[in-house]
């Protein structure tokens, strides 16, 4: 196995980790926050699931010699965000975050729960995922209104690079948010000080209340998301590079990671999609039964991310928040893009697909149960009416 590292692996592997982290970050960060976690409960949940990241990717690449990276689910958390605090706060958001984990496990036990998965549309599911991220990806605008002086460099930032080296887009946002933080934002005297206080994590044991609530509005959207935007592409991603790992063992896998890691806050783990092309890409190594390595690299490199979650955290705090959403939204902006596109190309369900990104984009919630399951109804409904009549 050693004789296959190279420094491409090792080179791609760090770079892949560190772009996962930083382009995707604030939207768990806001996820969770919405959700009614504290700084310190949001920073067990990244160590978490930066941990469990790296034990998965690390063992499967192994098992399996091909680069399989695992990631948090990014949507899921543009989805948290949207959605705001349910009923019995953060302790049923975490039931939630349980329940999600097993419904994935059972996707990979049973292959007719797989199927059901399925058989929802795909039109509908990118539409719900991209009414979803409609809200985060306004907040540019917003921070831009809020304070041009603050929020317009952080745009133009990610304007500039988006154009020719799109990876490091959202870095280059990042960047723009800690100089706008640092010149632009009056800071208290022992800041630094306690960032460096905070920059070690602890993990925070959440202990999960489970309701119909929690079930309906967050677990079984999150569920959906997660599969539609994660595992399922991921897996597609993989093919398309000439790998062809068994999808029932990892969905089960990243499913019991997720519910463990649920119980510490986080939000679930699952297979990569972006970054899992990094890892599978020539870059990698021009041998394709080599580039495994840059997924241990990368997977291994989370664990490190993870351990100085905690001064990220209480440093990002220190902005107004407008700021942080507005580098969350210019992540989502290329998959609010390519959801919106695969939810209207097919002509003959576009309506339906157009009432679920309304419903689910609105954020109104009806007898307690958020948008995004709403959409899903409404949707499925038209489809139903117009299948209906064109029999008729």
Not at 288 to 309: K, T
Request: aromatic share 10%; net charge neutral.
């Amino acid at each position: 196995m050693l004789k296959d590292f190279s420094v491409a692996a090792l080179f791609m592997g760090f770079l892949t980790a560190f772009v996962g982290f930083v382009s995707s970050f604030a939207v768990i960060v806001q996820g969770l926050a919405a959700m009614g976690a504290t700084s310190d409960q949001v920073a067990s949940a990244l160590l978490a699931v930066c941990v469990a990241q790296a034990v998965l990717a690390v063992f499967f690449s192994i098992r399996h010699r091909m680069p399989i990276l695992m990631a948090w689910t990014t949507p899921g958390g543009a989805l948290l965000a949207t959605t705001g605090m349910i009923d019995g706060g953060f302790p049923a958001a975490v039931g939630a975050f349980v329940v999600c984990g097993a419904l994935i496990t059972l996707t990979g036990l049973f292959p007719p729960f797989a199927r059901a998965v399925r058989l929802i549309p795909t039109p509908l599911a990118n539409a719900m995922l991209a009414g979803i991220l409609l809200g985060l990806c306004l907040a540019p605008v917003k921070a831009v209104a809020f304070n041009p002086l603050l929020g317009l460099p952080i745009v133009l930032a990610w304007m500039l690079v988006v154009t020719r080296f799109r990876l490091w887009a959202v870095p280059a946002a990042l960047l723009a948010f800690v100089l706008v933080l640092v010149f632009g934002v009056d800071l208290p005297a022992d800041a630094m000080a306690q960032v460096a206080d905070a920059i070690h994590p602890q993990l925070e044991f959440v202990e999960p209340v489970f309701t119909w609530h929690g079930f309906v509005s967050v677990a079984l959207p999150l569920f959906i998301v997660t599969m539609a935007s994660q595992n399922i592409p991921g897996i597609a991603i993989l093919k398309a590079h000439g790998y062809t790992p068994p999808p029932a063992p990892l969905f089960a896998s990243t499913g019991v990671f997720s519910a463990i890691v649920a119980l510490f806050g986080s939000v679930p783990v699952n297979l990569a999609a972006i970054t899992a092309a990094m890892c599978a890409s020539e870059d990698a190594h021009p041998d394709p039964r080599r580039r495994y390595w840059a997924a241990i690299v990368g997977g291994s490199a989370y664990i490190v991310l993870g351990l100085i979650a905690g001064g990220i955290i209480a440093f990002v705090s220190l902005a107004p928040p407008i700021l942080l959403q507005a580098v969350a939204g210019l992540a989502l902006i290329g998959a609010l893009s390519n959801a919106a596109h695969a939810a209207f190309q097919d002509p003959v369900m576009r309506e339906a697909a157009a009432i679920t990104f309304l419903v689910t984009a609105s954020g109104t919630t009806f007898a307690g149960i958020s948008g995004a399951f709403w959409g899903l109804v409404a949707g499925g409904l038209m489809i139903a009416l117009a299948r209906t009549f064109r029999r008729a």
